[in-house]
């Protein structure tokens, strides 16, 4: 998206490159884990580094920075009181609480969840639906990606490195399952409220960055055990 942006394209196509980048990126993963049959953890870090030297070795290292208001207006605008921001990750949320709740991708997604075999004797098409919901990830991906790359007016390869961990740790905390079948967009949302504010106030009370990386990973492991109860 920046470089295409640096390429004089008009910001909402530079927007929608971004954007389908993650939904082509996201498709891969859902076809390694769908198709090639790759273990879901093996396939994502996998990508994840190979995407991540891509980015790399194109940008060759260095961050692309300066960009018009029509990109910046995502991380740093306002409509009213209220970031443009917020607006866009409650729209988001919203929209993807709908798809889990009331459509039949969001049924397929917790039945494959909750019990692989039993929805692929129930004639869930596994594959097709894993590539839809990971394409849905990268989606997500992209648009916290251009929020973020509008708040900072720079794109780096590094960007964003780490928060896998607070995304699985949101997630938990707000009632989802690391065993699958399980899912809460609404307390999603409360989880990753809940970790800005863990992060913030420990920054607020100056301590110091590795010791905030041993609190953010305590939460998840007692995250992680409290899922584990819950789920006997």
Not at 147 to 173: D, H, P, Y
Not at 193 to 210: C, D, E, H, R
Request: hydrophobic share 55%.
């Amino acid at each position: 998206m920046a470089m295409s942006i640096k390429a004089d394209l008009p910001a909402w196509l530079s927007i929608l490159i971004g954007l389908s980048s993650g939904v082509l990126m996201g498709a891969v993963n859902g076809f390694l884990i769908g198709v090639v049959k790759i273990t879901p953890l093996i396939a994502t870090l996998a990508t994840l580094s190979v995407l991540r030297a891509l980015a790399y070795i194109i940008t060759d290292a260095r961050p692309i920075y300066g960009f018009p208001m029509s990109i910046r207006i995502f991380g740093t605008g306002y409509l009213g009181p209220i970031p443009y921001a917020f607006i866009l990750a409650i729209v988001v949320a919203i929209l993807l609480h709908v798809v889990i709740k009331h459509t039949r991708i969001g049924r397929y997604t917790l039945a494959i969840g909750g019990n692989e075999e039993a929805a692929r004797l129930s004639g869930v098409n596994l594959w097709l639906t894993k590539i839809v919901i990971y394409a849905l990830a990268g989606l997500c991906a992209s648009v916290a990606a251009l929020i973020l790359t509008a708040r900072l007016n720079a794109a780096e390869a590094l960007a964003g490195s780490g928060l896998e961990m607070e995304a699985i740790a949101a997630a938990v905390i707000g009632g989802a399952s690391l065993a699958g079948g399980i899912a809460s967009i609404p307390g999603t949302i409360i989880g990753a409220i809940l970790m800005a504010t863990l992060k913030n106030g420990l920054t607020l009370l100056s301590v110091q960055p590795y010791f905030q990386q041993l609190t953010i990973g305590i939460v998840i492991v007692a995250a992680v055990f409290i899922d584990k109860i819950r789920k006997r």
